[in-house]
């Protein structure tokens, strides 16, 4: 509409975070913490996006909650969004998610930040960080807020076309309200990219083989038939 304008309305991926649903479209094959465990992957309701510039857009979010396609409580959840590209090298992304979640409970908030960082050291070298902080007011107790936040960091190289990456992440749920157990949990990820097959050939393949390393203080990792055995 008129010089910018774009109205959605229906269900559509989040905007919180540098990963999304599809593995594709990712940097890395797995996903990490902080999108599985403290963000949502999907929302319902209205979205605006505007670009007031080349280098500068917003979007405004009212939505019905975090993964819900119909409510779960009487409240709303309203979202920001504020992307700056100054140069082709850095882009800077800041997004806002609020409003109560929980089940039956429209009083208790729970407030999302997520703030990223993409920089091109070379024309070929691409950096990013990405930094999720979040709260659930009385989620742990009366006047006890659980808290989480994680901050993820990705370096991907591109090498005649292909995008090798690593990425570090930690991530902090020190009341277990998004994993399920009180823990700092921590990985290192390596991600290697391959196609197979000529360009104008009839059979084509992508390999990503990915080696990763998971750690945490707290007993959170299967072991055979044991449930969050070992660390």
């Known amino acids: 509409m008129g010089k910018g304008l774009r109205i959605d309305v229906g269900k559509f991926v989040t905007h919180i975070g540098g990963e999304t649903i599809e593995s594709i479209k990712n940097r890395s094959f797995s996903r990490s913490y902080y999108y599985t465990y403290g963000i949502p992957f999907q929302d319902t309701g209205l979205r605006l996006n505007y670009a007031f510039s080349p280098k500068l857009y917003g979007e405004f979010y009212a939505l019905k909650g975090w993964n819900v396609t119909f409510h779960n409580n009487s409240g709303k959840t309203f979202g920001l969004t504020l992307g700056y590209t100054p140069?082709?090298?850095?882009?800077?992304?800041?997004?806002?998610?609020?409003?109560?979640?929980?089940?039956?409970?429209?009083?208790d908030r729970r407030d999302l930040g997520d703030f990223q960082i993409v920089y091109s050291l070379t024309s070929t070298l691409q950096t990013m960080v990405n930094i999720d902080i979040?709260?659930?007011?009385?989620?742990?107790?009366?006047?006890?807020?659980?808290?989480?936040?994680?901050?993820?960091?990705?370096?991907?190289?591109?090498?005649?076309?292909?995008?090798?990456?690593?990425?570090?992440?930690?991530?902090?749920?020190?009341?277990?309200?998004?994993?399920?157990?009180?823990?700092?949990?921590?990985?290192?990820?390596?991600?290697?990219?391959?196609?197979?097959?000529?360009?104008?050939?009839?059979?084509?393949?992508?390999?990503?083989?990915?080696?990763?390393?998971?750690?945490?203080?707290?007993?959170?990792?299967?072991?055979?038939?044991?449930?969050?055995?070992?660390?």
């Open 87 to 107: 140069n082709p090298k850095l882009s800077v992304y800041a997004n806002y998610l609020g409003g109560p979640e929980r089940n039956s409970n429209s009083r």
């Open 134 to 231: 979040g709260s659930d007011e009385n989620a742990v107790a009366p006047g006890k807020a659980a808290k989480w936040w994680g901050v993820t960091s990705y370096v991907r190289k591109n090498i005649k076309g292909r995008f090798p990456t690593v990425r570090a992440e930690y991530y902090n749920d020190r009341d277990g309200f998004t994993t399920g157990v009180a823990q700092h949990i921590g990985s290192f990820t390596f991600t290697g990219d391959y196609k197979v097959g000529k360009k104008d050939g009839f059979v084509k393949f992508m390999l990503r083989p990915e080696v990763r390393l998971d750690v945490s203080d707290g007993r959170f990792f299967s072991e055979g038939n044991n449930f969050r055995a070992r660390k």
